[in-house]
Every structure is written in structure tokens, then in C-alpha cells.
């Protein structure tokens, strides 16, 4: 069993930095891919990001492509969401997610654990 907690969301402006922290604890970390995830109020929860179990790989949604970076160190046990030139739109609760598998997929439903998410509010 794996438990996720993410931390780092807030208020900023729009064009702002931030950079979301997700840490595993109860399983061995470097066997899953993670996924970062988010939702909007009265949207689905849509993909953002995913990094294979090794780091070497990663994958974006269109709408963060160039300006969301992804990372993940296996010996802290954390993935890293670094977020910049923040956008209204990007208003959503972010979630961090686990897939026991090489590289993430896309859909949630591949995700074996998530996190409770953290708020990000990009104010225009």
C-alpha cells in the first residue's frame, strides 16, 4: 500500500512560478510510474504529467507542453511538478498518482494510488 501526499499549491498570479511536491511512503517507490493529475471545479480530472519509473521518460498534456517540467528522485522518494507562466486556466486541485508499471499511462484509471491533492489558484 502506498500512500501519496502532496504539498506546495497556492495563490499567484497569473505568469507566476510554483512547484508542487508529491512523496511516497509504504512501498518501494522506484517500482511505479507517477502521474500528476488535476481538476477543475465541475471538470473531470484530466492528465498533466508522467514520468517513467526511472526518470528518463516523461509526457505532457498539450495544454502544460513547455511550461510544466516533471522529476522525480527515487532515493527521496519524491516527484517534483514545476509549474511556470501559470495561467487562470490552470486553476484546479493537483494530485499526484501511483501506476505499478514502467512508464505512466494517460487515463486515471491506470493509477493504482493517489494523493489528496493539493489547490492551485491562478488569479488574472
Known amino acids: 500500500q502506498v500512500q501519496l501526499a502532496e504539498s506546495g499549491g497556492g495563490l499567484v498570479q497569473a505568469g507566476d512560478s510554483l512547484t508542487l511536491s508529491c512523496v511516497g511512503t509504504g512501498g518501494t517507490f522506484s517500482d511505479y510510474a507517477m502521474g500528476w493529475f488535476r481538476q477543475a471545479p465541475g471538470k473531470e480530472r484530466e492528465f498533466v504529467a508522467t514520468v517513467s519509473r526511472a526518470g528518463r521518460r516523461t509526457h505532457y498534456a498539450d495544454s502544460v507542453k513547455g511550461r510544466f517540467t516533471i522529476s522525480r528522485d527515487n532515493a527521496i522518494n519524491t516527484v517534483v511538478l514545476q509549474m511556470k507562466r501559470l495561467k487562470p486556466e490552470d486553476t484546479a486541485v493537483y494530485f499526484c498518482?501511483?501506476?505499478?508499471?514502467?512508464?505512466?499511462?494517460?487515463?486515471?484509471?491506470?493509477?493504482?494510488?493517489w494523493g489528496q491533492g493539493t489547490q492551485v489558484t491562478v488569479s488574472s
Open positions: 498518482a501511483a501506476e505499478w508499471t514502467v512508464t505512466g499511462a494517460t487515463p486515471t484509471s491506470h493509477y493504482d494510488y
